[in-house]
């Protein structure tokens, strides 16, 4: 791996809290692309949460019932298939961009009609990516909506389309740029990381990658460049 891959992989590792991640990208064979995402947690509330398989599907769970205080946050479908259109994402705009992309619309349009999460004072950003095996103009799409300039009052949607994979070369974006508080919003481009051959390695390596004290769970989701099959993996501290 480059200079550059590898200070961003230091960079993360060295994050306490980035918040929610994705990664898309291409296997170094080239076989397959790439779909990570995790949550990390602070809080007993946020620490509350599970991965559970259901299909072609995963739904976040509380891992106490009990104990959960705010569902809408909380619950949801991080990926989804329609077709040939694999959409992951930190929240239920996931079910957005499926209805949206099902009537004929595209990412960008259905995150259009979205704005960042209304948990003030942090505005969590909303996070968001897609491969679609039949679009001929990109590999994949990775788009993050957030609070202007932190204030809650007004939204800045940035898209990124990536019209070529790079065998071994995953994009990563979070929610947060690292701890504080509130949590800065992420800022700049999605940056670039590896990604390995095996489903059960890129799971393990990104797993250990993340701070310890913070991560809840992890899922990887391997896409078939020519039959479009997927493999999933999922990973949770709290089972």
């Not at 064979?29 to 949550?39: L, M």
């Not at 679609?132 to 300039?149: E, H, N, T």
């Not at 095996?198 to 913070?214: H, S, V």
Request: charged letters at 25%; one cysteine or more.
């Amino acid at each position: 791996m480059g200079t550059a891959v590898e200070t961003n992989l230091n960079a993360l590792r060295n994050s306490r809290y980035p918040g929610r991640g994705i990664i898309i990208g291409l296997t170094p064979d080239a076989r397959h692309f790439v779909q990570v995402y995790w949550i990390m947690g602070r809080s007993t509330g946020s620490r509350n949460r599970v991965f559970l398989a259901e299909n072609e599907t995963v739904r976040t769970r509380a891992f106490d019932e009990s104990a959960l205080k705010n569902p809408s946050l909380v619950v949801y479908r991080p990926i989804r298939v329609l077709n040939a259109r694999h959409i992951v994402s930190n929240g239920d705009h996931t079910d957005t961009i499926f209805d949206a992309i099902r009537d004929g619309g595209t990412l960008e349009s259905a995150l259009n009609t979205r704005t960042f999460e209304p948990d003030p004072p942090i505005f969590t950003p909303r996070i968001a990516g897609i491969v679609d095996l039949d679009d001929s103009g990109a590999a994949y799409r990775i788009a993050i909506l957030k609070a202007l300039a932190g204030s809650g009052e007004s939204t800045t949607r940035q898209y990124f389309s990536y019209e070529t994979a790079i065998p071994g070369i995953g994009h990563c974006i979070t929610t947060y740029r690292d701890d504080g508080d509130p949590p800065p919003a992420f800022s700049g481009e999605p940056y670039a990381v590896e990604l390995h051959n095996g489903i059960d390695t890129t799971r393990d390596f990104y797993w250990k990658l993340l701070d310890e004290a913070n991560r809840v769970s992890l899922l990887v989701k391997f896409i078939d460049v020519e039959s479009g099959n997927a493999d999933l993996r999922i990973v949770n501290k709290y089972r």
